[in-house]
């Protein structure tokens, strides 16, 4: 699944921007084991929560691991 199409199933592609505000996503890159992660996270309304995230490759867009939260 490509990171547009994941966008579009949760309700963000029409926003087509990313910004942390509270109807779309910001861009994390975090270094995990000496590799880049790229994910968009989406801001949980429940106080304590995990965000939801999409981790995706930044050179073909498609998504490799999807959180939830919790």
């Not at 547009?4 to 942390?20: F, S």
């Not at 106080?47 to 995706?56: K, P, Q, Y």
């Amino acid at each position: 699944m490509t990171l547009n199409q994941a966008r579009e199933i949760i309700g963000d592609l029409k926003y087509q921007y990313w910004t942390q505000d509270k109807k779309s996503a910001e861009i994390i890159v975090i270094e995990y084991d000496d590799k880049l992660k790229y994910t968009l996270e989406y801001d949980m309304v429940f106080a304590g929560s995990d965000n939801m995230r999409l981790e995706f490759d930044p050179n073909t867009l498609i998504v490799t691991d999807i959180f939830c939260g919790e």
